[in-house]
């Protein structure tokens, strides 16, 4: 039997396969974005009309709910709030995580490997064990009720996997480029400005989504930390809400909806950059 | 060194000094140069170590140190009790629960989610046309915030509500449950939310790892006359290990943490009767809600340790060869 020449056998699969490929593709995304859809759709419904028919689709349509958490509740606070909380952390994330990235790879002194293991080893480190002893600790430098509270234990986390992502990154650009711009009269300070960070953007902003992201979404530090309800954020709002107005089930719906609505525009955006942030971990 | 060597060659260039005082000044000059990169190495890292060490290193260096009292967490903690929490804690029945509820979190995890993820995974990575909004769509879940999934799946498994209305419309009525408040039934339920939740993870990761799969295997595979299964099978399985215990080591660590999810999606009833409780919550309610601050960072201690040899046996046994790059640094 003679090897065969065509490279159809490539194609066979597909063309016999295609319209199962597609049928489970709708299955497994169905299923994943199913219950989203639910709340969403739900939150233009009646409590009544959901009470009466759990799996039904709004008739009428009411966008009372919508209106109601965007002017009633708080909201718009809690959402600013998260907002600061992540842009701060992230900010802080990149900016350490830089710094220590560049040192690890980019100058050769004794104790590198050293200090990059003594980070390394906060990955094994969980956030949840942690959180007794940080809210004491927080408590005696009386940062509690204040952002620094969630920012600053949220940066010291992140920095771990940070530094992993990043420094590969960094020690890979040629060192052609380092000599280039001593020859220029760079110093290396002036080697990371002008050169490293503008070549590592990719880099930068995968750290930047991922540390943003987890920040939005963080709940066990805030709902510990963060007592006063001004400082309250989205996840800490949404809990709230639905604990304080348990009979008003669609406007639980309308408020979830809302608070889940940034995270999928965010993420629908930067979909690619948590990808190949994750590639990159995935390499090593 | 070499970023240096610039501002060296115009004086040396100029005024070139007698030979005999050269190397003196040369050495000099290389002083300073190792005085400047020093303080540059330690300028650039000593703001990360810091907060590393205090918020990550330190708490749990105290953890170990409050665990020893018996302490309400006002004023400092003065009831010295030794080990005592910590039989307390093994001789709690909730909190073997808590122990039995993580097992299980840990290991339906593995098994429910790895298989899915990989058939997933290896179908979404099949060209078709659509393929890009199939991704996204199964990665939603991934992305919601645990409260924000929990709330919802809260709302979804009450009793009558949305889960039990589509069971019943499907002739399954005989199936509903209970599914938040039967305490035989609630860890199931937590663990297919959990499932729902963190299936997308996994997709992504192997998908990542399929994606740094070079073509030339498939095609040469293609081209020996391999069918599409026979190539996942024998090319994509075996290259995918790496990604496949990464994800393992990820999952398991993020299962004994558990908790989110389990504390916004059951009730706060069950949970304290042990048939939801995991560890981390059993810890928060304990430790912060009753304010017996010394019993429950005995009990971060235990969760700590447990996490932390787990990772450790993990590394040595299965994770090894993936990571060494990552660990011991091969950074030229």
């Known amino acids: ?284 | 060194m070499t970023s240096t060597n610039p501002t060296l060659s115009p004086a040396g260039g100029a005024d070139a000094p007698p030979a005999g005082l050269r190397p003196n000044r040369h050495s000099s000059l290389r002083a300073a140069q190792t005085r400047r990169k020093w303080y540059e190495i330690i300028g650039l890292t000593l703001p990360a170590v810091i907060v590393y060490v205090m918020f990550v290193l330190v708490p749990m260096g105290f953890a170990v140190y409050y665990s020893l009292f018996r302490w309400r967490g006002i004023g400092p903690p003065t009831d010295y009790v030794g080990f005592d929490n910590y039989v307390l804690a093994f001789q709690d029945p909730i909190f073997l629960d808590a122990l039995r509820n993580n097992a299980i979190i840990v290991v339906g995890s593995l098994v429910v989610q790895g298989p899915i993820a990989l058939a997933v995974a290896l179908l979404l990575n099949r060209r078709f046309r659509g393929r890009a909004v199939f991704r996204l769509l199964v990665f939603v879940p991934y992305v919601l915030a645990e409260v924000t999934a929990g709330i919802m799946w809260k709302l979804l498994l009450t009793d009558n509500g949305t889960v039990d209305a589509l069971l019943r419309s499907l002739g399954l009525g005989s199936l509903v449950r209970a599914w938040l408040a039967d305490l035989d039934v609630v860890i199931w339920t937590m663990l297919f939310v959990l499932t729902w939740k963190y299936v997308g993870f996994a997709i992504i990761l192997l998908l990542a790892g399929l994606s740094n799969v070079p073509q030339e295997l498939t095609e040469a595979a293609a081209i020996d006359g391999a069918s599409w299964w026979q190539t996942q099978r024998h090319v994509m399985l075996p290259l995918l290990g790496p990604t496949i215990r990464i994800w393992m080591f990820l999952s398991m660590i993020g299962s004994l943490q558990a908790f989110e999810v389990i504390w916004v999606t059951s009730v706060p009833a069950v949970r304290s009767l042990g048939a939801s409780a995991t560890m981390a919550t059993y810890m928060v309610d304990n430790g912060f809600f009753a304010r017996l601050w010394g019993y429950g960072n005995a009990v971060a201690v235990i969760l700590f340790v447990i996490s932390f040899v787990a990772a450790l046996l993990f590394q040595r046994f299965l994770l090894r060869r993936d990571i060494e790059g990552a660990v011991t640094g091969r950074v030229n």
């Not at chain 1, 199913?34 to 759709?41: E, K, L, M, R, S």
């Not at chain 1, 009411?62 to 907002?83: E, H, I, P």
């Not at chain 1, 805030?222 to 406007?251: C, E, K």
Request: aromatic share 12%.
């Open chain 1, 1 to 284: 039997m003679a090897a065969d020449p065509y490279p159809s056998v490539t194609r066979r699969p597909v063309a016999w396969s295609t319209p199962l490929t597609y049928a489970l593709a709708l299955a497994v995304a169905a299923v994943s974005i199913a219950p989203v859809v639910y709340v969403i759709i739900g939150g233009f419904r009646t409590t009544p009309q959901i009470i009466a028919d759990p799996a039904g689709l709004p008739d009428p349509w009411v966008w009372d709910n919508y209106v109601r958490v965007l002017t009633q509740s708080d909201f718009w606070k809690q959402a600013l709030n998260s907002a600061v909380i992540a842009l701060g952390t992230t900010v802080g994330v990149v900016v350490l995580g830089v710094c220590a990235a560049f040192v690890l790879a980019r100058y050769t002194f004794r104790g590198r490997e050293g200090l990059y293991t003594f980070f390394t080893l906060g990955l094994l480190f969980p956030s949840g064990a942690a959180i007794l002893p940080l809210y004491l600790m927080l408590r005696d430098l009386t940062l509690i009720n204040s952002y620094y509270a969630v920012i600053l234990p949220q940066i010291a986390f992140s920095l771990p996997l940070t530094i992993v992502i990043l420094r590969p990154f960094l020690s890979a650009i040629p060192r052609e480029l380092e000599d280039a711009a001593a020859i220029d009269g760079a110093g290396r300070l002036g080697f990371l400005w002008r050169i490293l960070l503008p070549l590592s953007r990719p880099a930068l902003v995968t750290v930047g989504v991922l540390a943003f992201v987890a920040s939005w979404n963080a709940f066990l530090l805030p709902l510990l930390v963060l007592g006063d309800v001004d400082l309250h954020t989205l996840p800490l709002g949404v809990q709230n809400f639905s604990s304080q107005y348990t009979s008003d089930t669609a406007g639980i719906l309308a408020f979830t909806s809302l608070a889940m609505l940034p995270a999928l525009l965010f993420f629908t955006f930067a979909e690619k950059q948590i990808v190949g942030g994750l590639q990159g971990a995935v390499k090593g």
